[in-house]
């Protein structure tokens, strides 16, 4: 009897085993999650943009006056006036005719006026023929409440100092003048204006 006994326990217990070794879940597994309901998407609409600020064009000619003056180290200043937009950002070339060398400076028109410099070489500008440029560049370059008054492409510039861009990006304004730098005034049928150290 203990025999059957111990052959039933035995017998029971491989069943156990089995039973729990052949089952799909065998405890280790993860319960299973509920199933997930869709999320509902939710828009969210962006504000919509402000609109621009109602900015007058510039509606007049374009003028620019300027004038330059020596330096007792012989170096030229440029000062003037303009009707631009305040704000415009200039920029002021000194050439020399004889050597076609440049000095450049960007500068800004502030209450209508500007000026830029000290233009030449630390020695002193040589004596000769020099030609003084304020450009208005282009309207890609200028502030953003500069080019809501003189429009995107300068669109909203006028008069004879206005022309297209030579690279095509609207329309730019200039002014230029002829200088004579020296100790003594020079003939010259020219309308150029002699400069001579103050």
């Known amino acids: 009897m203990k025999l059957w006994y111990r052959g039933c326990s035995l017998g029971l217990l ?7 070794c052949g089952g799909a879940d065998n405890g280790d597994a993860a319960p299973e999650a509920p199933a997930e309901e869709p999320e509902a998407e939710v828009v969210v609409e962006a504000p919509a943009p402000e609109p621009e600020p109602e900015v007058a064009p510039f509606d007049e000619p374009v003028a620019i ?5 020596l330096r ?3 170096r030229l200043m440029v000062e003037g006036e303009s009707n631009l937009p305040e704000g415009a950002r200039l920029q002021i070339v000194v050439e020399r005719e004889l050597s076609g060398v440049r000095w450049q400076q960007r500068t800004t028109l502030q209450e ?3 000026h830029a410099g000290p233009f030449g070489p630390g020695s002193g500008l040589p004596d000769g023929g020099y030609t003084i440029t304020v450009n208005l560049p282009e309207a890609s370059v200028q502030p953003l409440e500069v080019r809501r008054k003189i429009g995107q492409q300068g669109e909203h510039l006028s008069g004879p100092l206005v022309s297209t861009s030579r690279h095509g990006l609207g329309q ?12 003594e005034p020079r003939r ?3 309308r150029v204006e002699v400069l001579g150290v103050e």
């Open 14 to 20: 491989l069943l156990l085993l089995l039973a729990g």
């Open 65 to 69: 006056e300027f004038a330059a003056s």
């Open 72 to 74: 007792t180290d012989r």
């Open 112 to 114: 209508g006026r500007f």
């Open 172 to 183: 730019v304004a200039s002014v230029s003048r002829r200088f004579l730098v020296g100790s």
């Open 188 to 190: 010259t049928d020219d």
